[in-house]
């Protein structure tokens, strides 16, 4: 990794992080901001016009070693990030490319007038700052959990596989996913989340409040491709509703319920 070129960046974004991450939600949250280890979630403004998050961008994370994941609608990205000097700006390059997603992001942060935190995005440069591809507000939240829903390690269960797999195959990608699920709650739960989610992730069990339900088959497209084909992504359904059927939700919040729920879960296809 280019040491100089990650110091570049944050040296130049070191007053937003400084208003944002000393906003953060919990008082464990309130230390010095630490831009290796940030989580920049969007922050609707009821008041503006939201049409310029086309893409439902939830949040974006950035790694000290130059890696970075953004969740947004039906998108889960992955690549490495490198701030270029010469043209003053954050270059994204993402790991998989497809033809509806560009090749590269350049993202420039700024302050608006009411001193919060925007990204802009953009998909070709040299870029025109009055028209982007995506423009957010943002704050950025210190992570202060051992839980990481975001790193690669933790979405293997979506990599489709070349070949039928065996019935304890299916029982072990099932389970990755919920372990997933296990940390996106329990870091929601030490960083005061209160409302994590967003739909950059399969969800075969759907949580509303107090209440949980399996999702319909019109729901299920995204979970379907994680798996060799739709009938292997049925079998890993129904080892999740199975389990649900005998679970017995506690908590006092609906994050403590789902964290309860999933580990319910995990115990009972084990």
């Not at 309130?30 to 969007?42: G, I, Q, R, S, T």
């Not at 925007?118 to 700052?129: A, W």
């Amino acid at each position: 990794m280019n040491t100089k070129t990650v110091k570049g960046y944050f040296l130049w974004s070191i007053p937003f992080l400084f208003l944002a991450c000393n906003s953060g939600p919990k008082p464990e949250a309130f230390l010095a901001p630490d831009p290796n280890n940030c989580e920049w979630y969007v922050k609707p403004d009821k008041e503006k016009d939201e049409s310029l998050n086309k893409i439902g961008v939830y949040t974006l994370r950035f790694y000290p070693e130059g890696k970075y994941t953004l969740c947004a609608d039906l998108l889960f990205e992955q690549g490495s990030w490198a701030f270029d000097n010469e043209k003053k700006l954050t270059v994204l390059k993402p790991v998989v490319t497809q033809d509806d997603i560009p090749k590269e992001r350049y993202l420039i942060d700024q302050s608006d007038a009411g001193n919060k935190t925007q990204f802009s995005f953009y998909s070709s440069f040299p870029v025109d700052k009055a028209n982007p591809d995506e423009r957010i507000n943002v704050e950025a939240v210190t992570n202060v959990s051992k839980d990481d829903p975001f790193a690669a390690a933790m979405h293997k269960w979506r990599a489709k596989p070349t070949s039928e797999e065996t019935t304890a195959q299916l029982k072990e990608r099932t389970k990755a996913y919920l372990q997933f699920l296990l940390a996106l709650y329990r870091h929601a739960k030490d960083n005061d989340i209160e409302n994590p989610g967003g739909t950059w992730y399969p969800q075969p069990i759907k949580f509303f409040g107090n209440k949980v339900r399996m999702a319909y088959a019109d729901e299920l497209a995204d979970w379907n491709k994680c798996f060799y084909n739709e009938a292997q992504a049925v079998e890993g359904y129904k080892l999740i509703s199975g389990g649900l059927m005998r679970v017995k939700i506690t908590g006092e919040n609906d994050v403590e319920r789902n964290i309860n729920c999933v580990e319910q879960l995990l115990t009972a296809i084990n």
